[in-house]
C-alpha cells in the first residue's frame, strides 16, 4: 500500500490564507527565554520567509535554534494543570485557518485511518477499532497563537497506547499527521508519549461534534492550539521532519511547553 505520506508541494510560505492568525498576533508563546520563532521575526521585520538571502537564513537558524531550546526544556513527565468540569466552556471554540461554515463533515462509517512508517502494523483503522482501546479523559487549557484560550474537556486513547498497539519505533524523531481538511502537522515524539496527548474521540463525554474534528483528532496539553490537528485521516512514525501548515507559513515547529 502506497503511503499517504508521499512527497507533496508545499504552499509557497509567502501565500498566507485570509482567514488564519498570520499577522495578526506575535506568538502567544514565542519568546522564551529571549528566543524569537521565525514566524514572530517575521512579523517584525517584515521579512520574507521564502527569502534566500541572509537575512531569510537568519530568522530560519533563530527559528531552528529556537525550537531545540524548546525541546531541551521540555519534560516528559511533567502534567500540565488540570480543572475542574465546572470551568468546561460548552461547546468548545472553532478554530482553523477558515470559518466554521466551511467545514466539511466526515462519515465515520467510510472513514479509516491509515498508519505508515516505522511501525508493524500498517493495517488501517476504523472508529469501532479506536473505540476497542483504553479512554481516557482530560480537562486541560487550549491556548492558542493568537492569545485567546478556554478549558476543554476531551477523551479519547492516549497516543502512547495506540502507537505501542502499532508496534511504533518509540525511538523515532517524529509523528506525523494528515487530515481531511488538508492540514498536515507533526510533532515530537516526547511529546507524542506525554501522558496527556490524546486522540480525542469525544469532548465533555459526547461524540466529538463536526466541527471539532469528528471522528478523530489530536488533543495535547504541551503544545499551542495549531499544533492539534483535527479530523484526522493518517498517522506516520518516522525521522522524516515533515513542516506543518503554518509551519510551511513561518511558524515555529515546537511551539509548547
Known amino acids: 500500500?502506497?503511503?499517504?505520506?508521499?512527497?507533496?508541494?508545499?504552499?509557497?510560505?509567502?501565500?498566507?490564507?485570509?482567514?488564519?492568525?498570520?499577522?495578526?498576533?506575535?506568538e502567544r508563546r514565542g519568546f522564551l527565554r529571549g528566543g524569537l520563532s521565525l514566524g514572530a521575526l517575521t512579523m517584525l521585520t517584515g521579512c520574507d520567509v521564502g527569502d534566500s538571502t541572509a537575512i531569510g537564513k537568519a530568522l530560519r537558524a533563530v527559528s531552528s535554534f529556537n525550537?531545540?531550546?524548546?525541546?531541551?526544556?521540555?519534560?516528559?513527565?511533567?502534567?500540565a494543570p488540570e480543572y475542574p468540569e465546572s470551568m468546561v466552556l460548552k461547546p468548545p471554540r472553532f478554530n482553523a485557518y477558515y470559518p466554521i461554515e466551511e467545514v466539511k463533515p466526515v462519515d465515520g462509517e467510510t472513514w479509516?485511518?491509515?498508519?505508515?512508517?516505522?511501525?508493524?502494523?500498517?493495517?488501517?483503522?476504523t472508529r469501532s477499532d479506536i473505540a476497542a482501546l483504553p479512554e481516557?479523559?482530560?480537562?486541560?487549557r487550549h491556548?492558542?497563537?493568537?492569545?485567546?484560550?478556554?478549558?476543554?474537556?476531551?477523551?479519547?486513547?492516549p497516543l502512547r497506547t495506540f502507537l505501542e498497539r502499532i508496534g511504533a519505533d518509540?525511538?523515532?524523531?517524529?509523528?506525523?499527521?494528515?487530515?481531511?481538511?488538508?492540514?498536515?502537522?507533526s510533532i515530537d515524539m516526547a511529546t507524542a508519549?506525554?501522558?496527556?496527548?490524546?486522540?480525542?474521540?469525544?469532548?465533555?463525554r459526547e461524540t466529538l461534534p463536526?466541527?471539532?474534528?469528528?471522528?478523530?483528532?489530536?488533543?495535547?496539553?504541551?503544545?499551542?492550539?495549531?499544533k492539534n490537528p483535527k479530523w484526522i485521516t493518517a498517522i506516520e512514525v518516522g525521522n522524516v521532519y515533515r513542516p506543518g501548515y503554518w509551519e510551511s507559513r513561518g511558524f515555529n515547529w515546537h511551539s509548547g511547553l
Open 210 to 226: 463536526d466541527p471539532f474534528g469528528y471522528p478523530l483528532r489530536l488533543r495535547t496539553s504541551t503544545k499551542l492550539g495549531f
Open 170 to 185: 518509540l525511538k523515532a524523531k517524529y509523528v506525523s499527521f494528515l487530515t481531511a481538511d488538508d492540514y498536515p502537522s
Open 193 to 204: 508519549l506525554h501522558p496527556q496527548t490524546l486522540l480525542a474521540t469525544k469532548y465533555a
Open 112 to 125: 479509516r485511518l491509515e498508519v505508515a512508517g516505522l511501525v508493524e502494523s500498517k493495517r488501517p483503522w
Open 67 to 79: 525550537d531545540g531550546v524548546q525541546a531541551a526544556l521540555f519534560d516528559p513527565d511533567k502534567l
Open 136 to 140: 481516557k479523559e482530560i480537562i486541560i
Open 1 to 26: 500500500m502506497r503511503s499517504p505520506f508521499r512527497p507533496k508541494v508545499l504552499p509557497d510560505p509567502r501565500i498566507l490564507d485570509d482567514h488564519g492568525p498570520e499577522i495578526r498576533a506575535l
Open 143 to 157: 491556548i492558542c497563537v493568537e492569545g485567546w484560550d478556554y478549558i476543554g474537556q476531551w477523551s479519547g486513547v
